[in-house]
Nanobody, 123 residues
Framework: QVQLVESGGGLVQAGDSLRLSCVAS????????MAWFRQAPGKERDLVGS????????YYTDSVKGRFTISRDNAKNTVYLQMNSLKPEDTAVYYC????????????????WGQGTQVTVSS
């Protein structure tokens, strides 16, 4: 089992930056990829981006490309989501997830999930 705990959410204004963290514990050796998803009120949970745990190769969806950066610190078992130039439409609960194998484009591929952290961007 892998446990994931997110932190760093909050209320910010449009144009501000915020960094989310996700600390993994347990069988972290089994992780192949970690990702960030988000779910806005009344909407489905969508992939924001992901990163391979070992090589650190990131992937971003078009909606955040150029504004968000995913990184990881293997020594700290932590993955980060740096969010810049935030917009009101970025308001959502952000979830960290991990999978043991696969491309990781779909949420049903992920084996482990955090509890989520709220990000609210005011206009």
């Amino acid at each position: 089992q892998v446990q994931l705990v997110e932190s760093g959410g909050g209320l910010v204004q449009a144009g501000d930056s915020l960094r989310l963290s996700c600390v993994a514990s347990g069988r972290t050796w089994s992780i192949y990829r970690m990702a960030w998803f988000r779910q806005a009120p009344g909407k489905e949970r969508d992939l924001v981006g992901s990163i391979t745990w070992s090589a650190g190769i990131p992937y971003y969806t078009d909606s955040v490309k150029g504004r968000f950066t995913i990184s990881r610190d293997n020594a700290k078992n932590t993955v980060y989501l740096q969010m810049n130039s935030l917009k009101p439409e970025d308001t959502a609960v952000y979830y960290c997830a991990a999978l043991r194998s696969g491309a990781g484009y779909r949420q049903d591929e992920y084996d482990y999930w955090g509890q989520g952290t709220q990000v609210t961007v005011s206009s």
